[in-house]
């Protein structure tokens, strides 16, 4: 598998702590992404071979816009959501992720993927 991990977070110090947390494991984090259209940016440029998508994002888009076009492009994603709405959350499934990591997390959340 791809080792480089996009970031897709608009929170500066979740984006960090996923960051420091994934290096140490051994993945290289290709960037932080704070909106929709700077990952699609991030995304062309550095074909990441898995993203850590927040739902939930500053701007017109949401994770779940993004997750339709990472679907497409056969890039594996893993939500980030503090939000446990029931309705925004079938509408995440719908997009087949790998799996949702709910924050706040630790570190084994992230690292068992």
């Known amino acids: 598998m791809n080792k480089k991990?996009?970031?897709v977070e608009d929170?500066?110090?979740?984006?960090?702590d996923f960051q420091l947390m994934l290096g140490k494991a051994g993945y290289e984090v290709c960037g932080i992404a704070r909106s929709v259209p700077i990952a699609q940016e991030m995304i062309k440029k550095e074909k990441p071979g898995l993203v850590l998508l927040d739902?939930?994002?500053?701007?017109?888009?949401?994770?779940?816009?993004?997750?339709?076009?990472?679907?497409?492009?056969?890039?594996?994603?893993i939500y980030l959501s503090a939000n446990s709405n029931e309705e925004i959350l079938n509408a995440a499934k719908t997009t087949e992720p790998y799996g949702f990591i709910v924050k706040p997390f630790r570190e084994?959340?992230?690292?068992?993927?």
């Not at 929170?11 to 960090?16: H, P, S």
């Open 5 to 7: 991990v996009l970031i």
């Open 55 to 77: 739902i939930f994002l500053k701007g017109k888009l949401t994770g779940i816009d993004l997750a339709r076009q990472l679907r497409e492009d056969n890039i594996a994603f």
């Open 11 to 16: 929170q500066f110090v979740e984006a960090n």
């Open 108 to 113: 084994k959340d992230l690292l068992r993927f």
